[in-house]
């Protein structure tokens, strides 16, 4: 075997070691945190399940208030 080749697979097998050492959970417990996250979190994207969202501090003020303007 050549060494190029030969160097090609310790580099594979040292990348695979490291993918083996990542910290793992079952997919049944991040599918419930998942579940939990979806049911827990608003979405304002869906008004028919989380209602209308919160009146934006943001936006203009319908009351007569300083109009301020560079030139």
């Known amino acids: ?4 080749k030969l160097r090609k697979i310790v ?3 040292n990348r695979l070691k490291e993918l083996l050492d990542l910290p793992r959970i079952p997919v049944s ?3 419930e945190s998942l579940i939990s996250y979806t049911q827990n979190t608003k979405d ?3 008004p028919s399940i ?5 009146q934006d501090p943001f936006a203009s003020q319908a009351g007569g208030g ?3 303007s560079v030139m």
């Open 29 to 31: 417990q991040a599918s």
């Open 11 to 13: 580099e594979h097998n």
């Open 50 to 54: 989380w209602g209308p969202p919160p």
């Open 66 to 68: 300083c109009g301020c």
């Open 44 to 46: 304002f994207l869906l």
């Open 1 to 4: 075997m050549s060494e190029h």
